[in-house]
């Protein structure tokens, strides 16, 4: 049989290992509930993958197991470059941790926290902080009216509240 078409491993990727996953090169701020979800996701990945080495014959155990490894890499990563940012107790401009609502130029209201990137959840109302709303919204106050660039346009919202976590 030739072996014009067959990949041989070039000594460099260990059998089955995943590419790690892309790392954000912002700074890696978190809250402290956000902390404390790395570390319990970073716990759960370890114990997934001491039952699945547990299972070496296991097909799908052994197709599982990168994804764990790679999962694995980053939140240890993750965990080393954490810089945890504690909520300020109060404060009258928008920051990191705080929970600000929004009111659209339709009348609708919507609150959102600013939080890490890895804790961000636009569905439970927890925005990144590089995202264009934060940024867009970082350091207004009560009443400010600040444009939130989107991809579809620009819409005008007004700060109505600013609260801490």
């Known amino acids: 049989m030739s072996r014009a078409f067959v990949k041989e491993s070039d000594g460099d990727e260990a ?10 090169s912002h700074p890696n701020y978190v809250t402290p509930g956000g902390l404390r979800q790395l ?3 970073l716990e759960a990945l370890e114990r997934e993958r001491q039952a699945l080495r547990e299972r070496p014959d296991d097909v799908a155990a052994r197709a599982r197991l990168p994804k764990v ?5 980053y939140f240890r ?3 080393q470059t954490a810089i945890e940012v504690q909520p300020p107790p109060n404060t009258d401009t928008v920051r990191f941790g705080c929970v600000v609502e929004i009111e659209n ?18 569905s439970q109302g927890r925005i990144s902080w590089i995202s264009p709303l934060a940024r867009a919204l970082r350091d207004h106050r009560v ?13 005008q ?7 801490t976590a």
């Open 69 to 73: 490894e790679q999962d694995l890499r």
């Open 105 to 122: 130029e339709g009348g609708q209201r919507h609150s959102y926290r600013i939080v890490g990137e890895d804790e961000a959840d636009a």
């Open 39 to 41: 570390h319990r996701s």
């Open 143 to 155: 009443d400010d009216e600040v444009e939130w660039p989107r991809p579809d346009g620009a819409v």
């Open 15 to 24: 059998e089955g290992l995943l590419p790690d996953r892309p790392i954000s």
């Open 157 to 163: 919202v007004t700060i109505v509240g600013i609260r």
């Open 77 to 79: 990563q993750r965990l």
